[in-house]
């Protein structure tokens, strides 16, 4: 049996300059969330005892990394230590060997060099464990080094490749140490702990081939839940659980309200504000669906994006609306009337029809005027705000 932590993908000290406007307590939020978000990670390592943590790539932020964020990983490395965890890293594009960590890790800590090489550990249930994988030695690698990938055949013990690239069928711009699932299929390995892709991904069940995902969002292209995937089982069978440990999210979401004033449209907001905010700190991007055709004065939008954003420097879980975009939902409706043509408009028998029974009622008729006479595109269009005003009472 064992039990491990994948994760990747780290971008200590990555930055938020973009967001430099907001209140000082959210933004110091920002800066602090890849930290607490492995601090998460290693606080799972710990509660779960695995056997140890694989780190695939990307540390630190390229010309961003600081002491700071060495002396962290070091603190967060000597805390596994203590309880025998050991941590396997290889190094990724945005941290190659080339910029040296000037920091001396702690025993437990193992660092894949520029070659392929294997390190060898036995769990604390008698299991042995192969872990194969390299480091990036510059910046960008575009060398294909699977084939200095050893075999699994013919060792006995669970195999584990640990691989910072990009999958050849991706949609990825950067394609760093480009591979194919055949290329990994052919290690007969029991597991692949990849990196560099910031969204979690699971390319294969047999052998499991996994992309963690970063751990912290850093914009809307990285939305939702971010952490690290908890791995146990045997050579047989592996279980994967994705454990999120995101200090922040960035989400994204669509509400839909009756409201037509500013007060009504800021307590539609602040609801749905209520309604997330168990679930942490966020940044969303809102869109409000307005049931109604038409629009509200841009002063009165203006007064509520300043309201919605008051106040929530001062919740531990703030959520920030980054971006509100208005809709109404009416709006774009082409009208009734451009739905029927020339002619059927023109066909007085469609009309005779529709009306023969109201003007043959003796009751009803003599208080009616000669339909003959009415402007039968007025006709429609008052009907549909008949329907609409109906629809918005409803």
């Known amino acids: 049996m064992v039990k491990f932590i994948h994760c990747a993908d780290l971008h200590l000290d990555s930055p938020f300059k973009s967001r430099s406007h907001l209140s000082r307590s959210i933004f110091e939020d920002i800066q602090q969330s890849a930290y607490e978000s492995f601090k998460n990670i290693i606080d799972i390592a710990l509660n779960e005892e695995v056997d140890f943590v694989i780190i695939s790539g990307d540390l630190f932020d390229k010309e961003n990394r600081t002491l700071r964020a060495e002396v962290f990983l070091k603190e967060q490395f000597e805390r596994l230590e203590k309880e025998q965890i050991f941590v396997y890293i290889c190094h990724g594009n945005h941290d190659p060997l080339t910029r040296s960590v000037a920091t001396e890790w702690p025993n437990n800590v193992s660092v894949f060099s520029q070659n392929v090489e294997t390190y060898q550990t036995i769990t604390r249930r008698g299991e042995t464990i192969y872990l194969h994988g390299f480091s990036y030695q510059q910046d960008a690698s575009y060398e294909n080094k699977i084939d200095a990938y050893p075999s699994s055949q013919g060792q006995e013990g669970i195999h584990i490749g640990i691989l910072h690239g990009t999958y050849s069928k991706s949609a990825a711009k950067n394609c760093y140490t480009e591979f194919r699932l055949e290329d990994l299929n052919s290690k007969l ?70 409201k037509t004033s500013k007060h009504g449209l800021y307590e539609a907001i602040q609801s749905f504000k209520d309604r997330v905010r168990p679930q942490g700190k966020a940044f969303y991007q809102l869109t409000v669906v307005i049931n109604s055709d ?39 409706q082409p009208s009734l009337v451009n739905e029927f043509s020339e002619d059927l408009i023109q066909d007085s028998s469609v009309f005779d029809q529709a009306v023969s029974d109201l003007y043959l009622n003796p009751k009803a008729s003599k208080y009616l005027d000669d339909y003959q006479s009415f402007d039968r595109k007025a006709l429609i269009e008052h009907a549909e705000n008949l329907l609409q005003t109906d629809a918005k009472e409803d």
């Open 189 to 258: 390995y029991h597991y692949w702990a990849l990196g560099h892709i910031h969204e979690r991904q699971q390319l294969s069940t047999m052998p499991q081939i996994h992309y963690a995902g970063n751990i912290q969002g850093r914009h809307f292209n990285e939305t939702g839940e971010k952490g690290c995937l908890l791995v146990e089982g045997d050579a047989l069978n592996l279980n994967v659980q994705f454990k999120p440990t995101q200090y922040i999210r960035f989400d994204k979401a669509t509400i839909e309200t009756d």
């Open 294 to 332: 038409e629009p509200m004065p841009e002063q009165d939008l203006t007064q509520v994006k300043e309201m919605i954003r008051d106040y929530e420097e001062n919740e531990h879980d703030f959520i920030f609306i980054e971006d509100l975009f208005i809709q109404y939902k009416y709006a774009d």
